[in-house]
């Protein structure tokens, strides 16, 4: 999961000549990094179902956050010193959930293929603002209704790419369901647990993988699971580049990029651009992966991609509360 984004620096800023010429570039400039991480965090579900079984889920997550987590506590060090009880406890509980939310991940992308589990985790979109409004008591205006409504068609003939009738959506698709109601508790929660609210993303961060991490450890330590992370011990080439693929790229250059992104553009517009992430999910899926949806199949990810955009768009211009 990505951070709350900070606010941007305020700071002007002098425009060459010519202006119309500049800006633009210089905005793409700032724009391609963080389609990079769109792109490589939509090619996560394909890696991490290449190197993932229902036998290695928790080895693989050990692993992944665990080779993270001690850069970004060395680079946060002083910061984190200064967390106050409060803030870590809160941090902590968010790191229950981050953790939930990446076990349903994992197990839906082993039992599922890696477009439906890009695309089915995209309706979180959906369901953040729909959560919001009930929150609030506040009823969503009918645009954004109409896009839910599109978004949730599309799913469920994104579960019906076999072509055999009617099939009631399989296991993983539904563990990825799962994980993006878990994610979108785990925004409402960003936004009104006080005691994180003013905490900065680079210790919010590090205090929630880390306890994810010890979620993790927790469960490979039991004699059931059969799941420590030496269990790897047998991965290929192959399954040890993948998992570096989710190391490196998919966690460390993606919250990097997004902390130097939030402080050079706008929130919104590195959402926007991060919002692309299911398109490159069935892009990998697709295209790398050789999956095959059928014309159902293809029809439900149009559906989800155009439903999930329209909402955002219907968010984005409806007035603040």
Known sequence: MSPPPERPLETPVTVAVPPLVAAPRRAWRGDLPVLAVAVVWGGSYLAAKGITTAHTVIAVLVLRFAVVLPVLVLAGWARLRALSPAQLRGAGLLGLVLGGIFLLETYGVVHTSATNAGLIISLTMIFTPLAEAAIRKQAPSAGFLGAAAASVLGVLLLTQGTGAGFTVPG?????????????????????????????????????????????????????????APWAAAGFGPAQ??????????????????????????????????????????????????????????????????AGTAWGRRAVASAPAP
Do not use: N
């Open 171 to 227: 296991l993983g698709d539904l563990l990825i369901l799962g994980a993006a109601l878990a994610r979108t508790l785990h925004v409402l929660l960003m936004a009104r647990v006080k005691a994180v609210q003013d905490t900065d993303s680079l210790s919010l961060t590090t205090v929630q993988l880390g306890g994810a991490v010890l979620v993790f450890a927790l469960l490979a330590a039991l004699p059931e699971t059969g799941a």
């Open 240 to 305: 040890w580049a993948g998992l570096a693929f989710l190391s490196v790229f998919c966690t460390l250059f993606a919250f990097f990029v997004q902390m130097w992104a939030v402080r050079r553009t706008s929130p919104s517009r590195v959402s926007l651009l991060l919002g692309t992430e299911p398109l490159w999910a069935a892009v990998a899926g697709v295209a790398v992966g050789g999956e095959h949806l059928g014309p159902l199949g293809y029809a439900g990810a149009v559906l989800v991609l």
